[in-house]
């Protein structure tokens, strides 16, 4: 069941939660999760938005290239530390994730991409705007740290590749019971 909530009640948790882990689903090929740290809750046009960071290998890209869609799921008890280590340490490549972090789809109302039960604050999105970071406008400090180019740019944790900003459009906002 879904209980409609006023986002704005919720910023401050959304916020608080980012940091430690919060769930960026797609769906295309398959079903998708991936833990993201980094996010922006705003307004961009007029619309409510959730603004999300992607780099170039995660297997997730492609889904949300291909579909243009995305939820967002934010736990309401802390994160669950083995979805957590699924979802943010192995890719939808080599696994499916709804099975192997045992997680509980909830139908989606607008978009095409379900919530996840265990994780049930939702934020169903629609792309309107992708936009890829220019790693030469990146300030060198934070370049140098976050953007290491000696690596390999395609393993799990590979953190070589710009990020694409993805500025989705928060089409429904509510929580699983
Ligand atoms: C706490 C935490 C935060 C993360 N934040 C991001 C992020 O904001 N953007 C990103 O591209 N990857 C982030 N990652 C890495 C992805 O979750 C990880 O590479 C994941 O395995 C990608 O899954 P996929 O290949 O199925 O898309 C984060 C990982 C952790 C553990």
């Known amino acids: 069941m879904k209980e409609k909530i006023i986002i704005e009640e919720y910023a401050g948790k959304i916020i608080e939660s980012l940091p430690k882990g919060i769930l960026l689903n797609s769906q295309y090929t398959k079903f998708n999760s991936m833990v993201i740290g980094w996010g922006g809750l705003g307004t961009v046009w007029g619309k409510p ?16 290239d291909e579909s243009g869609e ?22 939808g490549r080599d696994i499916n994730k709804e099975q192997t ?8 109302e607008v978009v095409h991409v379900p919530g996840i039960k265990e994780y049930p604050l939702t934020l169903e999105c629609k792309i309107l705007y992708a936009q890829r970071q220019e790693l030469e406008r990146i300030p060198e400090d934070i370049r ?28 429904a906002a509510y929580m699983i019971r």
């Open 49 to 64: 938005t959730f603004t999300v960071y992607v780099r170039e290998h995660r297997y997730t890209k492609k889904q949300l």
């Open 70 to 91: 995305f939820t967002i799921s934010v736990p309401m008890d802390g994160i669950i530390p083995s979805v957590a280590k699924i979802c943010g340490t192995q890719s």
């Open 144 to 171: 140098v740290k976050m953007y290491p180019q000696n690596v390999d740019g395609t393993y799990y944790m590979a953190n070589r590749d710009a990020h694409t900003a993805y500025i989705g459009e928060i089409v």
């Open 101 to 108: 972090a045992h997680l509980t789809l909830e139908p989606p």
